[in-house]
């Protein structure tokens, strides 16, 4: 179990890998952003990006859950009050593994609650090349071994 | 069609609402962000929040899901490079009709790619006393009338 107290500045956590398909592309961008680029292989040709590409909330939420299954699910995580930056660097296209990495940027225990400590996170997914394609910054809150 | 230059400062768009069950929340959350607040009813009651809520990616995706609906599928849309800020203000609980509503704050033309406008909005996910759940702030790329 991870508590607050072991989120210390600096240190990272792999959180291994994701890979969507075209199907799970679209199948995600039919219900939630059905944007012509996300939803539609032809029409996608004539868009910016010359092809289909992931919603970016579909990306988020893919890191998510690696997230959740390599950190927060074994830890006093009590949830997020929100990011500072959410970064849509890069087009995330079908059938590549991206990775996913979690970094302490800072951490802070509640002195009005001092059962609750703030960590405040960098995530990253990672391109096969080591170009970051989405990166967000922002607090969740833990309980302390207290 | 709108185009960028149908995105003038203050306008605003009404997007209508959305309302989740508990089944909705749960269906997301197992694929997506399986912490026990939001995927489990029994566990949640011992958490911090004391019942079911959203995962906030969900109430993101939903909202995305009614703007495009309602503005960005019937424009010269060409996606995000990120949001400068993603508030989880308040938790999105079963049941609750909660309104989005778009508003653009700044708008400008690409100097170096004068087809291409940026557009930024401000998104707020309402509850119906008026409180607002989730907010936030980025730009948009549309195209220009040109």
Redesign the interface.
Known sequence: MLYFEDFTVGRSFDCGTFRLSEDDIVEFAQ?????R?HTDREAAKH???GKL?A???HT???A??LI??AV??QST?????????????KPVLPDVDMRVVITVEEARQSKSKPEIGFVLFRCEVIEPNGDVALN?R?NV?FGTRG
Not at 31 to 35: E, L
Not at 77 to 89: A, I
Request: charged letters at 15%; a neutral charge; aromatic letters at 18%.
């Open positions: 219900k939630y952003d059905p944007q680029f868009t910016l990006y590409i919603s970016g909330w988020a939420s893919m998510m859950r959740v299954d927060f699910g995580s009590m949830g997020s009050p929100g990011l500072t930056e959410l970064g849509w660097k967000w922002g809150m």
